[in-house]
């Protein structure tokens, strides 16, 4: 299948697409509202839940304006107007900013490598800070620096 008949079926398919995809794709977080589902022997994930789609979108909408300086992004890219962003950069942001939200909701805790239940965080987040303005950003931003995706292998030489 190439890829333009594969990305028609995707969103054929999955009407309610996971903005946190990549990161449970990848095993860095899970999710309780995740429904995972293939097509052509590739994987995809869908939200059972509008509300919570709803609530992720605008989390990761704001965490990519907040991470704009953090990332050396230009205003405009990578908001949901723009391109998309490079997936190193992606990562950064799901992974990253789940992590920091992570730290902002137990800060006696060690930062979690994997996130167990991404709609439990964003919406203990939402209540605990009384929204997404609220947010601790100086912190979020700091695990979305920090955050290194997998080193790329060096191929033996023979």
Do not use: W
């Amino acid at each position: 299948m190439d890829n333009d008949a594969f990305r028609d079926t995707y969103r054929a398919v999955n009407t309610r697409a996971c903005v946190f995809e990549k990161t449970i794709l990848t095993s860095n977080g899970a999710c309780s509202l995740a429904q995972k589902f293939c097509i052509a022997e590739r994987e995809g994930v869908r939200c059972a839940a509008d509300q919570a789609l709803a609530d992720c979108t605008e989390l990761l909408s704001t965490l990519r304006r907040q991470a704009r300086f953090a990332l050396k992004t230009p205003a405009g890219v990578g908001t949901p107007d723009a391109a998309a962003l490079p997936h190193t950069k992606a990562m950064r942001i799901q992974v990253g900013g789940l992590r920091g939200l992570q730290a902002a909701l137990t800060p006696d805790q060690p930062i979690p490598v994997r996130i167990a239940d991404i709609h439990d965080t964003v919406r203990t987040a939402l209540v605990r800070f009384g929204g997404l303005d609220a947010l601790p950003f100086q912190d979020i931003i700091k695990q979305i620096a920090a955050y290194q995706g997998r080193r790329r292998r060096l191929k033996k030489r023979k």
